[in-house]
């Protein structure tokens, strides 16, 4: 079992940028698929980024070239580097683990636990 905390959420102008981190605990973090996903009010939660243990990665297609995805095992996090924010980019995201070993797991049904969300708000 692994608990996730996010951080690093806040209020951005349009074009800014944001780092978030998500610190897991537990000794197996490396052996777990991570994800970030978002929702915004009234809406799905969606898939945002994904990274694997070895570091493969997969994007929405909403945020490739802006947003990247990385992990530290040694740290135990996982960060979402957020670039050129837009104010579609608004929501609360969530940090994610998944025990999929093949594949890339893009559903929310697919990750068993998750973190308690941190607020992006971009501005315009």
């Known amino acids: 079992q692994v608990q996730l905390v996010e951080s690093g959420g806040g209020l951005v102008q349009a074009g800014g940028s944001l780092r978030l981190s998500c610190a897991a605990s537990?000794?197996?973090?490396?052996?777990?698929?991570m994800g970030w996903f978002r929702q915004a009010p009234g809406k799905e939660r969606d898939f945002v980024a994904g990274?694997?243990?070895?570091?493969?990665?997969t994007y929405a297609d909403s945020v490739k070239g802006r947003f990247t995805i990385s992990r530290d095992n040694t740290e135990n996090t996982v960060y979402l580097q957020m670039n050129s924010l837009r104010p579609e980019d608004t929501a609360v995201y969530y940090c994610?683990?998944?025990?999929?070993?093949?594949?890339?797991?893009?559903?929310?049904?697919?990750?068993?636990?998750w973190g308690q969300g941190t607020q992006v708000t971009v501005s315009s």
């Open positions: 994610a683990a998944s025990v999929r070993r093949l594949g890339v797991p893009l559903s929310r049904y697919e990750y068993p636990y």
């Open positions: 537990g000794r197996t973090f490396s052996s777990y698929y």
């Open positions: 990274i694997s243990w070895s570091g493969g990665t």
